[in-house]
């Protein structure tokens, strides 16, 4: 099995692939200093807990927002599971040209999402990530990278709101009963879940219009189920999408 990380400024996402199935997956929070040898802790403990034994991760990809942590979890797959690491930096096979000004400045995780979406569709595309950042990646049919847009993510956004605003009470982020809020808490709701559904509307609606006709949309990341199912722009959740680029990417350079 191959063992995908991607790791994140807040969470990261590991998983244990089998092909393109996912046997298990977790979700962690990204801490920075974190080590190999702790690193190594939580994933023997999970992989045990999914039922998986020591022998049966053969190979890893990780991609990192997170340079430090690139490293560590190197280490780790090395000195503690004695097995090979790639990590999704320039100079890797990708099969994808990359259109934009300065191509070295494109995140990993952005390119890992916009493979595996062509990967997918095989036609243009456009990936929406609901991480640290909300992120739009677009895809033309011929498989290039196009460049994207980058806007404040849910939780940052909350936080900010917070800091700002001592009277206002956290919120669990759940669809209220109706946009018109009778509570501070429902009112809250109402502005982040249907706000963040009409700015990803809005911001879709004009990529729509420089890309070719039927080009699909695809979300993934933490807050992709609170707020797609009311966005009328995005066709379908793909939950493990970063986990299968990074699978794509292994066989493409193994």
């Not at 990204?30 to 999970?46: P, W």
């Not at 790639?86 to 994808?96: A, F, N, S, W």
Request: proline residues 5%; hydrophobic residues 45%; negative net charge.
């Amino acid at each position: 099995m191959l063992l995908c990380v991607d790791v994140g400024n807040t969470q990261t996402h590991l998983g244990a692939l089998d092909g393109p199935r996912v046997v298990a997956s977790w979700r962690i929070g990204t801490n920075r200093a974190a080590t190999a040898d702790e690193l190594a802790v939580a994933l023997i403990g999970f992989s045990e807990l999914a039922g998986i034994e020591r022998g049966a991760l053969s190979a890893a990809s990780v991609g990192s927002v997170v340079p430090t942590l690139g490293s560590a979890y190197r280490e780790m797959c090395v000195r503690h599971l004695g097995i090979d690491c790639m990590l999704v930096e320039p100079g890797i096979k990708t099969g994808m040209s990359i259109l934009t000004d300065s191509p070295r400045e494109l995140g990993a995780d952005r390119l890992i999402n916009a493979v595996a979406a062509f990967d997918l569709i095989a036609g243009p595309c456009v990936v929406v990530d609901f991480g640290t950042a909300i992120t739009f990646d677009a895809v033309s049919a011929d498989g290039e990278y196009l460049g994207g847009v980058i806007g404040p993510g849910i939780a940052v956004s909350i936080e900010a709101l917070a800091s700002r605003a001592a009277k206002l009470p956290q919120i669990e982020l759940v669809e209220p009963d109706s946009v018109i809020g009778k509570t501070t808490q429902e009112s809250l709701q109402s502005g982040f879940v249907f706000g963040f559904a009409g700015a990803i509307d809005g911001i879709a609606g004009r990529i729509a219009v420089e890309m070719p006709p039927r080009t699909e949309f695809l979300a993934t990341g933490g807050f992709a189920p609170v707020v797609v199912p009311l966005s009328e722009r995005i066709d379908r959740i793909e939950a493990d999408l970063t986990l299968q680029g990074l699978r794509i990417l292994w066989e493409r350079n193994r």
